[in-house]
Nanobody
């Protein structure tokens, strides 16, 4: 079964940047759409970006113009480049199939200070 390991989070000031990585194991994800999801404290998990098997990206309105999702199928890895970070971007970031069919990883914490 596919498993995900997220990394790259941290504490940054508003306006800063981070690059998150989502490494998949237990199977190839190159043929699937993969999303990045954010869960802020007390809130439901929401998708902020997704990338199709053909590389086509989609973004939540809050991420448009600031986040870039990409994938390296040779490495079985999906990335999320986040720029111009805002305090509202704070949360734990997870990746998963766009239908959320695989077990959730541990996520990576992103904290943006004002």
């Amino acid at each position: 079964q596919v498993q995900f390991v997220e990394s790259g989070g941290g504490l940054v000031q508003a306006g800063g940047s981070l690059r998150l990585s989502c490494a998949a194991s237990g199977g190839t994800v190159s043929g699937y759409g993969i999303g990045w999801y954010r869960q802020a404290q007390g809130n439901q998990r929401e998708r902020v970006a997704a990338i199709g098997s053909n590389g086509t990206p989609t973004y939540a309105d809050s991420a448009k113009g600031r986040f870039t999702i990409s994938r390296d199928n040779a490495k079985n890895t999906v990335y999320l480049q986040m720029t111009r970070l805002e305090p509202g971007d704070t949360g734990v970031y997870y990746c998963n199939h766009i239908l959320r069919i695989y077990p959730w990883g541990q996520g990576t914490q992103v904290t943006v200070s004002s």
